[in-house]
């Protein structure tokens, strides 16, 4: 029989249901034995997925006992290492996708629970939202109506996007990197094509000019602040305007890296591919700058974006234009 802790959870699994009763036992059981093993957190996992009956007090139990075994339990402390991240993605989804909403919050939890976490980890769980908004299907999908036509994202979407960006970054000032950018640019390019809302347009519009500042020679501020929501707009006004809205605090926020900064920000991504043990590919220099020129066509947030920088004189200097390109976003 497949007992955690002494609680006999075969029992759960035969009637397929979870009862607030049964989470109180196990919760009990855990008080009294802290200390979770390997074994124990691949049963509980294994017991959400062949239980598709939960008590609302289910969720959070899961969430608690799985971070702690992960950040707690297995060493490093604190971290998620590219090992523990290895074994969390091929318990979550051995077929590249997140089996169920539960599972897909364990991951969020987690990721805003660890100090660090690998780059991989952090895109795999951005692409789990995009794939929903992509393809329309999925756990974060599941009882949304209309949403659930691909190309559509609401807002529940957007914030988790922000939430999955935000814990990857952390405290520091590191910018956004491209494995997340091309991520989003996937997503904006079936949105762009059905219904641009102003939550994603706000979100978009301020990681792509957190990366290309950065490849400007910016220093960055902590996430929380880049990717901050903007104040509500009115969805009538046009698109540029609610962009330049969106991006009216750049000057605050941003500033020309010094040398010593410059140093600084290297250490700290050298610390974090150290602690994570997976290395963060240094980005080519210029290459969100460079597709966008080679771009015949640049979605109309990019156009926006770019026209909002050069204006703003942040920059322009650099030499960035779009060669044969008016700021429409259509070809002149």
Request: one cysteine or more; glycine letters at 8%; a negative charge.
């Amino acid at each position: 029989m497949r007992v955690v802790k002494s609680v006999p959870v075969e029992d759960f699994e035969f009637r397929g249901s979870i009862k607030d009763s049964d989470v109180s036992r196990l919760r009990r059981a855990f008080a009294e034995d802290p200390h979770i093993h390997e074994t124990e957190a691949e049963t509980l996992l294994r017991l959400n997925r062949s239980c598709p009956i939960q008590a609302p007090s289910w969720n959070g139990f899961l969430i608690d006992a799985i971070a702690d075994y992960l950040l707690n339990h297995s060493g490093p402390e604190g971290y998620i290492t590219s090992e523990k991240s290895r074994w969390l993605v091929g318990k979550l989804a051995s077929d590249g996708w997140i089996a169920n909403r539960t599972e897909f919050d364990l991951l969020v939890a987690i990721l805003g629970r660890a100090r660090w976490f690998p780059l991989s980890l952090a895109t795999f769980a951005l692409a789990q939202v995009a794939g929903a908004v992509v393809h329309g299907f999925g756990p974060l999908r599941l009882g949304q109506g209309p949403l659930q036509m691909p190309g559509s994202i609401g807002d529940s979407e957007v914030v988790l996007m922000r939430v999955i960006l935000n814990a990857f970054g952390g405290d520091s000032a590191l910018p956004l990197t491209r494995p997340e950018i091309e991520i989003l640019i996937g997503v904006n390019k079936v949105v762009g094509a059905r219904s641009m809302t102003p939550a994603w347009a706000d979100l978009f519009a301020k990681a792509m000019a957190n990366a290309l500042l950065a490849e400007h020679g910016f220093a960055v501020p902590p996430r929380v602040v880049a990717l901050r929501p903007a104040a509500p707009i009115a969805e009538e006004m046009p698109l540029t305007d609610q962009i330049d809205a969106m991006l009216g605090n750049l000057r605050l926020d941003y500033h020309l890296q010094t040398v010593e900064e410059r140093a600084l920000a290297r250490l700290e991504r050298q610390r974090i591919e150290i602690v994570t043990g997976e290395e963060i590919v240094a980005d080519d220099t210029d290459w969100l700058t460079q597709r966008l020129r080679e771009s015949r066509q640049p979605s109309a947030v990019e156009a926006a974006v770019l026209a909002h920088l050069e204006r703003d004189c942040l920059i322009g200097d650099h030499g960035l234009a779009l060669a044969g390109i008016g700021w429409s976003g259509y070809a002149a």
